[in-house]
């Protein structure tokens, strides 16, 4: 999975609480990514960041919130806001260029929500 | 507006057989289009892309993709099939307009389950 880590691989949370997944890389790209992966759903994009200290809303950005602090990391927090937060998130970062560059991503975190 | 269409959920081939895995684009301005793959409880991994140039892109492990502009397809082929092969495969474009600089972000269909048969 190229550089990137997602931690933990596995979370589970009750109702009602907020949660952080990790993402670092070490791949000195400037861009990164989160998604969710739903079953038939394919991925849709949460937030994304170019640079840091910016970042823009996905696809699907209500409930979720991140920063982007160091070029190197990029964490996903999981509101309570968030109607459905049961999913496989994944991060990925790429070069920034003008779209040539394909996206690097790391294993994942599945987040269970009881 | 930029969409991926995979027309096919579920694609099941004999080992040793060609395999075709289908993918349509709309987009308003340069497509660029991707392919990347899935095995269970990973993140996806990138095969191959079309940026420009020769219609026919080669991959990794075998797989390729033909550009098609007047049928705005990107299908993903590979000559023989293999047990291992078998995951989930994601196409994905992006949108590239003239003027267009920064995030590569990218649009993904649903993805197709690849199920070779030994």
């Known amino acids: 999975d190229g550089g990137i880590t997602q931690s933990p691989k596995y979370l589970f949370r009750k109702e009602g609480q907020n949660v952080t997944l990790s993402c670092e890389q070490n791949l000195n790209h400037d861009a990164m990514y989160w998604y969710r992966q739903d079953p038939g759903q394919g991925l849709r994009l949460i937030y994304y960041s170019q640079i840091v200290n910016d970042f823009q809303k996905g696809d699907i950005a209500e409930g979720y919130s991140v920063s982007r602090e160091k070029k190197e990391s990029f964490p996903l927090t999981v509101t309570s806001a968030q109607k459905n937060p049961t999913a496989f998130y994944l991060c990925?970062?790429?070069?920034?260029?003008?779209?040539?560059?394909?996206?690097?991503f790391g294993p994942g975190t599945r987040l269970t929500v009881t | 507006a930029q969409s991926v269409a995979q027309p096919e959920d579920q694609v099941n081939v004999a080992e040793g057989n060609p395999l075709t895995v289908k993918c349509t684009y709309s987009?308003?301005?340069?497509?660029?289009l991707f392919w990347y793959v899935q095995y269970p409880n990973r993140g996806l991994q990138f095969l191959l892309k079309y940026i420009t140039g020769d219609n026919l892109v080669k991959g990794s492990y075998g797989f390729e993709a033909e550009f098609n502009e007047s049928q705005t397809s990107f299908h993903l082929k590979k000559p023989s099939a293999l047990v291992s092969d078998s995951a989930l495969y994601f196409c994905a474009v992006r949108d590239m307009m003239p003027d267009q600089t920064g995030a590569n972000n990218l649009f993904f269909g649903t993805g197709t389950r690849l199920t070779v048969i030994p």
């Open positions: 990925a970062s790429s070069i920034r260029d003008r779209g040539f560059g394909e996206q690097y």
């Open positions: 987009v308003s301005g340069n497509p660029y």
